[in-house]
């Protein structure tokens, strides 16, 4: 399953201006995606990908990167603005990037894990 999504995700992209405009429609994509999270996250294949421990930290973390995203990124230009860092786009997205996992993995780790745990054991 793994293998076949991402064979549909590479032919969709990868043949976009030869191929008809919906080869590359949420309706062919979707099912693509699909196909390489669960084919990816099966412990069947030769190589369980999503089953990983880096990819499930990401998996657990995903809360916070999606909390934190925005606020990092305005944070990131507001920083580099004030130091008078001038960055290209990529470089600018390789720091955001690696700063907006780091901060959310330790967020997970270090707020929202113990909360939880407080949570629980507040209703027991």
Do not use: C, K, N
């Not at 973390?61 to 990529?90: D, K, M, N, Q």
């Not at 390789?94 to 780790?109: D, G, I, K, M």
Request: aromatic letters at 14%; zero cysteines.
């Amino acid at each position: 399953m793994f293998w076949l999504g991402i064979g549909l995700t590479v032919l969709a992209f990868a043949g976009r201006s030869m191929l008809p405009w919906w080869a590359h429609s949420d309706a062919v994509l979707v099912p693509a995606f699909a196909l390489i999270i669960f084919g990816g996250a099966g412990t069947t294949t030769g190589a369980p990908i999503f089953a990983s421990a880096a990819m499930v930290q990401l998996g657990e973390s995903s809360y916070a990167i999606y909390i934190l995203h925005i606020p990092i990124r305005i944070w990131t230009e507001v920083f580099l603005i004030a130091a008078g860092v001038e960055l290209s786009p990529r470089q600018f997205l390789a720091l955001y990037f690696t700063t907006v996992v780091v901060v959310s993995v330790l967020v997970f780790r270090h707020v929202e894990t113990p909360l939880r745990r407080w949570i629980a054991g507040a209703r027991a």
